[in-house]
């Protein structure tokens, strides 16, 4: 029987396992098949505060999971939780291996993916010119000065095309509609900067490059013809997908998929929390779910003391 178990081993699923190991609750943490999350898919971290100098994202990752392990949290590596039983106390979670556990209580911490382009050479060209945070990679020198592009049409792709504004020479915005779905005052930003070029009525056909992005192959979802634009960095902004349907059925999920949430950390059901992107759409920041894996620690830690866990 444990206290409490991690699911997740991102910034939030880290932090969380600090906490609640100097609280002496003994958390288990389920790394997940991708240990550290979308961080690990980041070079050069410049905005998590401590590190002047940046640091690389796996290599934070590795530092928060040193620190949880020195505190005495235990660690399933490289395993997935593949359902959960949340019906009864304490609650079940069954684990890819077909080992299951009992839990008094549970974090989730599983974040989200990027909702990818799939084209043949996206993958091959992740950080060496395809990324998918601006605010994680856009002030790299590797950007700077160069023609960039943001493919997506909505409030987030406005915002990352703003924000590379102060980098790149030119922002170029690709969206497969000729009108933006941002709201009214996004758009009317986007479209009044002298330094972002609307693409209109294009999706992207491959990204273009051998070991660094060179531009993009378009097709136009009107006509059909295919088009070449030059460009430096492409920062894919066409959603997320939240880590969550594992949990469809058991707590309270938005529409779009995340985990709702009341008071601070808490679920719709007593005993189970959540932290960081799983539960976030709004920020998605490192920072910002560390600082949910804390506030689900202790959250977490105050409703064992009320059932009389220890």
């Keep these: 029987m444990r206290n409490v178990t991690i699911i997740g081993s991102g910034c939030a699923g880290w932090t969380a396992a600090i906490y609640t190991a100097r609280a002496n609750l003994n958390p288990l943490l389920v790394t997940g098949i991708q240990p550290g999350g979308l961080l690990t898919t980041t070079t050069v971290v410049e905005n998590f505060p401590g590190f002047s100098k940046g640091i690389d994202g796996g290599a934070l990752m590795t530092e928060m999971q040193e620190q949880a392990a020195r505190f005495g949290t235990e660690v399933k590596y490289l395993t997935k939780v593949v359902s959960v039983d949340f019906s009864k106390q304490p609650f079940r979670i069954d684990f890819d291996s077909g080992e299951s ?95 972002i070029q609307p693409v209109w009525n294009s999706v992207v056909d491959d990204v273009l490059g051998e070991n660094e992005v060179t531009g993009l192959r378009l097709k136009n979802t009107a006509t059909g013809e295919l088009s070449t634009l030059d460009c430096t960095g492409v920062f894919v902004a066409i959603g997320h997908v939240p880590n969550t349907e594992i949990f469809a059925g058991q707590i309270a999920l938005h529409d779009n998929g995340y985990i709702q949430t009341r008071e601070g950390s808490r679920t719709s059901l007593p005993g189970v929390f959540v932290a960081g992107d799983c539960a976030d759409f709004v920020y998605r920041q490192a920072i910002t779910a560390a600082g949910m894996g804390c506030m689900a620690a202790i959250d977490a830690e105050r409703f064992l003391a009320a059932q009389g866990a220890s």
Excluded: Q
């Excluded at 050479?121 to 790299?140: F, I, P, Q, W």
């Excluded at 049409?153 to 102060?166: F, H, Q």
């Design 101 to 195: 556990i009992e839990s008094r209580s549970v974090i989730i911490a599983t974040g989200a993916r990027h909702r990818h382009l799939d084209v043949p050479s996206e993958h091959r060209l992740e950080n060496k010119g395809v990324t998918y945070c601006a605010t994680c990679d856009g002030a790299l020198p590797f950007f700077r000065n160069k023609p960039l592009a943001v493919i997506g049409g909505g409030d987030s792709a406005c915002e990352e095309a703003l924000y590379l504004t102060r980098f790149g020479s030119i922002v170029y915005l690709v969206h497969r509609r000729e009108t933006l779905r941002a709201s009214r005052i996004m758009a009317e930003r986007v479209l009044s900067n002298p330094k």
